[in-house]
């Protein structure tokens, strides 16, 4: 770990950035630039802070750490990256990840062992239950140890003002601060989004979502409300993140104390529910909370004796999106930028693209001084390309939960598409360590001209996603029954040149994933002798 440098932060000084946020994204940022010897300054977002995020990672999101710790010299990023290396501190209270489960439900119905699927983290992974504080508490920390300087006794924003040559930025403390670029990360009440023309007054995102969300002491894990041996082979659900999903809706749970060192026994819960389907009440946020949950038996016994421990977040209108996220000298981003579902562990990877992008793109800007340039317009396309893309993996998500069988199917293309991502930036990431130093070492990390595919991968991953995109449309518009779109998607999974020989994929009676030892050989044959060209090698 890098040796403290605190830098108290000055009016007088003129700051190259000024990143507005100190939750994990501004954090994450101001670490790098401070590493490389860009004059930083952190500021304090206020209520920003306390806005709910994502708290779990897959593979892929540590493969961005992996890539951001190595590519920016900062080893400490690593830790994010895998739960073991979590300083003792966020360990004990965040929670490990070493599954990913969903159990799809039928109202009134007891649950069928055969609508589970499980997808359990290989070994050389552990995956995390970010407890948000702690975890951006540490992000921060990580940030004033590399020299970003911060405002002491911590006041928070109150404005910003965007001259022809500078970026003021005002505090509760009365003071003004000067820089020559601003990166906003703050959140929602974002004084610079509402100069940009403020959030879009109907989110441009085509998810849609009621948002119910807490987290509560005494959820009883699932594997203890079941017959367990009946849902063999899977590994305790409460030792991953569990989600249970119906039609028009879904509950994702994260425990934080399930691990032999946890000290923090509550589990994050997070309800997502179609508008449509589930209208707004004029119900408490628990009360509507155990309403939905009692329409199904075994939620219901879950959840019996479970209490909040921390206030209710509710929201009938969860989305929000920003037109307008840059100007000369400024750039909005993450939750500033836009909020969408929590699901698929997309949040936190989300982040971690982001910061990637625009932390290159502002290293590029400090060596030739140029703040106002065509990049910030190259980032925000980018940006926006992740939105997107997201948005519709959340689309077809919901789309999906009418059936238990297309859910099935869906799940494993994004678990197919996830794997490839993994693998692919991995490569990415140990040819670029292979090579010799110089300005094009990093390139094939760094096509964010292509949004979501923004590293060399096998394009029909992205190709199968369009075409399945399609397909769940016409379910959604009473076309095609949503068991034959279960059928066409299982049968192109099986005939995906692209799928490694990891998983069943278009298996729809193979519902648990373990990447055991024949499996690794299997692959590693796969890769070196049957694998497209451009997968060749990923193992």
Same mark, same amino acid.
């Given at each position: 770990?890098?040796?403290?440098?605190?830098?108290?932060? #000055?009016?007088?000084? $003129?700051? !190259? =950035?000024?990143?507005?946020?100190?939750? @994990? &994204?501004?954090?994450?940022? %101001?670490?790098?630039?401070?590493?490389?010897?860009?004059?930083?300054?952190?500021?304090?977002?206020?209520?920003?802070?306390?806005?709910?995020?994502?708290?779990?990672?897959?593979?892929?999101?540590?493969?961005?750490?992996?890539?951001?710790?190595?590519?920016?010299?900062?080893?400490?990023?690593?830790?994010?990256?895998?739960?073991?290396?979590?300083?003792?501190?966020?360990?004990?209270?965040?929670?490990?990840?070493?599954?990913?489960?969903?159990?799809?439900?039928?109202?009134?119905?007891?649950?069928?062992?055969?609508?589970?699927?499980?997808?359990?983290?290989?070994?050389?992974?552990?995956? #995390?239950?970010?407890? $948000?504080? !702690? =975890?951006?508490?540490?992000?921060?920390? @990580? &940030?004033?140890?590399?020299? %970003?300087?911060?405002?002491?006794?911590?006041?928070?924003?109150?404005?910003?003002?965007?001259?022809?040559?500078?970026?003021?930025?005002?505090?509760?403390?009365?003071?003004?601060?000067?820089?020559?670029?601003?990166?906003?990360?703050?959140?929602?009440?974002?004084?610079?989004?509402?100069?940009?023309?403020?959030?879009?007054?109907?989110?441009?995102?085509?998810?849609?979502?009621?948002?119910?969300?807490?987290?509560?002491?005494?959820?009883?894990?699932?594997?203890?409300?079941?017959?367990?041996?009946?849902?063999?082979?899977?590994?305790?659900?409460?030792?991953?993140?569990?989600?249970?999903?119906?039609?028009?809706?879904?509950?994702?749970?994260?425990?934080?104390?399930?691990?032999?060192?946890?000290?923090?026994?509550?589990?994050?819960?997070?309800?997502?529910?179609?508008?449509?389907?589930?209208?707004?009440?004029?119900?408490?946020?628990?009360?509507?909370?155990?309403?939905?949950?009692?329409?199904?038996?075994?939620?219901?016994?879950?959840?019996?004796?479970?209490?909040?421990?921390?206030?209710?977040?509710?929201?009938?209108?969860?989305?929000?999106?920003?037109?307008?996220?840059?100007?000369?000298?400024?750039?909005?981003?993450?939750?500033?930028?836009?909020?969408?579902?929590?699901?698929?562990?997309?949040?936190?990877?989300?982040?971690?693209?982001?910061?990637?992008?625009?932390?290159?793109?502002?290293?590029?800007?400090?060596?030739?001084?140029?703040?106002?340039?065509?990049?910030?317009?190259?980032?925000?396309?980018?940006?926006?390309?992740?939105?997107?893309?997201?948005?519709?993996?959340?689309?077809?998500?919901?789309?999906?939960?009418?059936?238990?069988?297309?859910?099935?199917?869906?799940?494993?293309?994004?678990?197919?598409?996830?794997?490839?991502?993994?693998?692919?930036?991995?490569?990415?990431?140990?040819?670029?360590?292979?090579?010799?130093?110089?300005?094009?070492?990093?390139?094939?990390?760094?096509?964010?001209?292509?949004?979501?595919?923004?590293?060399?991968?096998?394009?029909?991953?992205?190709?199968?996603?369009?075409?399945?995109?399609?397909?769940?449309?016409?379910?959604?518009?009473?076309?095609?029954?949503?068991?034959?779109?279960?059928?066409?998607?299982?049968?192109?999974?099986?005939?995906?040149?692209?799928?490694?020989?990891?998983?069943?994929?278009?298996?729809?009676?193979?519902?648990?994933?373990?990447?055991?030892?024949?499996?690794?050989?299997?692959?590693?044959?796969?890769?070196?002798?049957?694998?497209?060209?451009?997968?060749?090698?990923?193992?």
């Amino acid at each position: 770990m890098t040796e403290a440098r605190r830098v108290t932060a #000055s009016p007088d000084e $003129r700051y !190259d =950035v000024a990143i507005l946020g100190t939750h @994990l &994204a501004g954090s994450l940022l %101001a670490t790098i630039l401070a590493r490389h010897g860009v004059n930083v300054l952190l500021v304090d977002s206020g209520s920003g802070e306390q806005e709910l995020a994502g708290e779990t990672t897959v593979p892929y999101t540590a493969e961005v750490f992996f890539l951001m710790a190595e590519k920016f010299g900062i080893p400490e990023l690593n830790h994010f990256a895998k739960f073991n290396d979590l300083p003792e501190h966020v360990r004990k209270t965040s929670g490990v990840r070493r599954s990913l489960g969903f159990l799809h439900h039928y109202e009134d119905r007891e649950h069928d062992p055969v609508h589970a699927q499980q997808f359990n983290v290989p070994e050389e992974h552990a995956e #995390s239950h970010f407890f $948000r504080r !702690d =975890v951006d508490r540490y992000a921060r920390d @990580l &940030a004033v140890r590399y020299g %970003a300087a911060v405002i002491p006794h911590r006041p928070h924003l109150v404005d910003v003002n965007l001259k022809d040559d500078e970026v003021h930025v005002v505090t509760s403390d009365g003071e003004t601060y000067r820089a020559s670029f601003v990166a906003d990360a703050s959140g929602a009440e974002s004084p610079l989004v509402q100069q940009l023309g403020g959030a879009d007054p109907e989110p441009r995102l085509r998810h849609r979502s009621r948002v119910l969300a807490t987290h509560m002491a005494g959820v009883k894990p699932f594997e203890s409300l079941i017959e367990f041996e009946k849902y063999a082979p899977a590994s305790p659900w409460s030792e991953g993140t569990t989600h249970h999903v119906f039609d028009g809706g879904w509950i994702q749970l994260a425990a934080f104390g399930n691990h032999d060192d946890g000290a923090n026994d509550v589990t994050a819960v997070v309800m997502s529910l179609d508008p449509d389907r589930f209208p707004a009440t004029t119900q408490r946020p628990a009360e509507e909370f155990r309403r939905v949950v009692a329409r199904f038996p075994a939620l219901n016994r879950q959840f019996e004796d479970a209490i909040a421990t921390t206030p209710w977040i509710a929201d009938d209108t969860w989305q929000r999106s920003v037109s307008t996220t840059h100007a000369p000298r400024a750039f909005v981003f993450d939750r500033a930028a836009s909020r969408q579902d929590m699901f698929f562990s997309r949040d936190v990877t989300m982040t971690a693209e982001i910061v990637h992008a625009l932390a290159t793109a502002l290293l590029a800007a400090a060596k030739t001084g140029d703040w106002t340039g065509d990049w910030i317009e190259r980032v925000a396309r980018f940006q926006d390309g992740l939105v997107d893309f997201n948005d519709r993996i959340l689309e077809g998500a919901r789309i999906a939960t009418r059936d238990a069988s297309l859910w099935q199917a869906y799940s494993k293309l994004w678990l197919l598409w996830s794997i490839l991502e993994a693998l692919s930036l991995a490569r990415v990431r140990m040819d670029a360590l292979e090579a010799d130093e110089g300005p094009d070492r990093w390139a094939a990390a760094e096509r964010f001209d292509r949004g979501a595919f923004w590293f060399r991968m096998h394009m029909g991953i992205r190709d199968l996603w369009e075409r399945a995109f399609e397909r769940l449309y016409e379910v959604r518009d009473g076309r095609v029954s949503a068991s034959e779109a279960a059928r066409w998607l299982f049968d192109e999974l099986r005939e995906a040149p692209f799928a490694p020989p990891l998983f069943g994929f278009g298996d729809p009676d193979d519902r648990y994933y373990y990447f055991t030892e024949p499996k690794r050989e299997r692959v590693f044959q796969w890769s070196r002798n049957e694998a497209p060209g451009e997968l060749r090698g990923v193992i």
